[in-house]
């Protein structure tokens, strides 16, 4: 393994020829991710440590919908099953926010247009 490794990187390109495709997120890879869940997809930034969930039209409402949320932290990003996300709050009567997902189907990294 290589410092430029992600981990739970994939073997070999893309077959498509699009985006990276990892098999498991941690705050130790960079980068800009898309999580795609059953329902919904998190684009989760892990330069500047923050969250964003765009929900599709079966998603469960989360309390805190399409809100650029502070990321505090990820267990569990692994394709085939649900990640436990905590966020800090912005309100002083609470620690901090959380959300679990439905299962992941993919994990790519975003491409800049």
Request: proline share 7%; with cysteine; net charge negative.
């Amino acid at each position: 393994m290589t410092d430029s490794h992600i981990s739970g990187e994939l073997p070999g390109p893309n077959p498509a020829g699009g985006p990276m495709e990892v098999a498991e997120l941690t705050f130790a890879d960079t980068g800009v991710w898309l999580v795609h869940t059953a329902h919904s997809i998190h684009r989760i930034d892990l330069d500047s440590m923050t969250a964003q969930r765009m929900p599709g039209k079966d998603a469960n409402p989360y309390k805190f919908e399409v809100e650029v949320l502070r990321l505090r932290s990820i267990t569990n990003c692994i394709v085939g099953g649900p990640a436990y996300f905590t966020y800090e709050a912005d309100d002083d009567s609470v620690d901090f926010r959380w959300a679990v997902t439905t299962p992941i189907v993919r994990i790519v990294r975003e491409v800049a247009e």
